[in-house]
């Protein structure tokens, strides 16, 4: 646990008590379902798309403090832009975790940097891309489940 401990910063902790948007958005026009058979998060996102904006945009489900922290921290980042902002952003943020330090420098990811760490551990970015994976099958309007693997 101790090389987690040094990702879980303030603002992960602070998602994964207190999930935001963490509800079933009743007026929804997209919905789906996600799972990381590697750690057993599940996760479903809720989007309430209009006229190519992403209006409204919540979650539910059971996972790690990352896959959790990661999904609340992702509603905050793309409540209210449109479907192109939150595609670049969704390829920024992948970059982020998935590419050496180097190579994401001078792009602000604003909070959502607080997952910068799950770089280092290949296990978790599963965890953290869960919710952004599910936001787009969601957007694709897919019937089957999301899956990381
Ligand atoms: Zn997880």
Not at 106 to 115: F, H, I, Q, Y
Request: glycine letters at 6%; one cysteine or more.
């Amino acid at each position: 646990m101790s090389d987690l401990r040094e990702i879980y910063q303030d603002v992960i902790l602070d998602h994964y008590r207190k999930p935001r948007n963490f509800a079933v958005l009743e007026q929804a026009s997209h919905h789906a379902k996600g799972h990381n058979p590697l750690c057993g998060d599940r996760i479903d996102v809720y989007l309430s798309v209009e006229d190519g904006v992403l209006q409204d945009v919540s979650f539910q489900g059971a996972g790690c403090a990352i896959s959790t922290a990661s999904a609340s921290l992702m509603t905050e980042a793309v409540k209210g832009k449109g479907l192109d902002a939150v595609q670049s952003l969704f390829e920024t943020f992948h970059r982020m975790v998935t590419q050496p330090e180097d190579d994401a420098q001078g792009v602000d990811l604003g909070k959502l940097e607080a997952l910068a760490g799950v770089r280092e551990l290949p296990v978790r970015i599963k965890c953290a891309t869960l919710s952004w994976h599910t936001l787009q099958a969601a957007l694709e309007q897919q019937d089957k489940p999301a899956s990381t693997e």
